[in-house]
């Protein structure tokens, strides 16, 4: 399969794409965009699996995210829908099970989330279950042999910490990807050092901050990625995000680079294949 692009992060799997998720998947492979579908929690991991096994070109990962550890409920600024959750505890073997199969490249999104915290559960205790539920997670991924998709939000410090005490306990050898990055650029200089990838969105479109951190990280350590249906780049912000729309991140990024359009796509691609050893 002959793919141009990869949306390394895309939640196609979620409600927001109920009536039309199909279309949406055939848009994407019909630009040569390919895409790995991301769970959060059991019931979307088990549908990425799914979703990926009915195409070529398409990939899943499996896990739990942060906010799905204790039930709530958010709407960011400029979204166009708000996330609502329920209490999940990381279950291993339900996650085992699911981890074996072929088109799981990878375990995550997973991770420590600052930013959204439950209202009716002590802070010390949210950060400690999600400490808790990372550990697990990257025990898993080191089992299988995978690498792992990392959420951080206002964690970066802690986050960091974990990685590296992990790493230097010999797990991880396939390290990780920090998706939808968002930290300063000594953030992303001591994740790559620890030998991890560092993932955009469409933050990068609007972001001159993230802009300026994304000229002076090596590009063979850049994946693009939506993280759709949320942060919909220009020129679709407040909208609901697709697959296809990886490209306007890739555009950007050629943009603050001095890069051609088809040198960020080549290598980003590239860099995709490698890091989840993808099988085209
Ligand atoms: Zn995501």
Same mark, same amino acid.
Do not use: A, Q, T, W
């Given at each position: 399969m002959n793919l141009k692009l990869i949306d390394t992060h895309c939640h196609v799997n979620f409600s927001a794409y109920k009536d039309d998720m199909d279309a949406v998947i055939g848009r994407s492979l019909d630009e040569g965009i390919g895409m790995i579908i991301v769970g959060t929690q059991s019931d979307t991991s088990r549908r990425a699996v799914e979703v990926a096994?009915?195409?070529?070109g398409v990939w899943a990962s499996i896990g739990l995210h942060p906010s799905h550890l204790h039930k709530q409920e958010f709407h960011d600024v400029g979204e166009f829908d708000s996330v609502k959750t329920r209490t999940e505890f990381f279950d291993p073997e339900f996650y085992r099970q699911l981890a074996?199969?072929?088109?799981?490249m990878a375990i995550g999104e997973f991770g420590l989330d600052y930013?959204? =915290? &439950?209202?009716?559960?002590?802070e010390a205790q949210v950060h400690k279950d999600q400490i808790n539920a990372t550990n697990l997670q990257i025990d898993l991924a080191t089992e299988f042999n995978k690498p792992i998709i990392v959420h951080s939000r206002d964690a970066h410090d802690d986050q960091f910490e974990i990685l590296r005490l992990a790493v230097e306990a010999?797990? =991880? &050898?396939?390290r990780g990807v920090v998706h939808c990055f968002t930290g300063t650029l000594k953030d992303a200089q001591r994740y790559i050092d620890l030998g991890f990838m560092i993932s955009f969105t469409g933050i990068l479109t609007f972001s001159k901050e993230l802009q300026v951190i994304a000229r002076e990280?090596?590009?063979?350590?850049i994946m693009v990625e939506t993280d759709a249906p949320y942060l919909s780049p220009v020129p679709h912000r407040g909208k609901r995000n697709e697959p296809s729309y990886v490209k306007f991140i890739a555009q950007t990024l050629a943009d603050v680079k001095g890069l051609s359009y088809k040198q960020v796509a080549e290598q980003t691609t590239a860099n995709a294949i490698k890091f989840f050893g993808l099988d085209i």
């Open positions: 096994e009915k195409y070529d074996s199969h072929p088109k799981v930013y959204h =915290l &439950p209202p009716d559960i002590d010999g797990k =991880l &050898p396939r990280l090596p590009i063979e350590s």
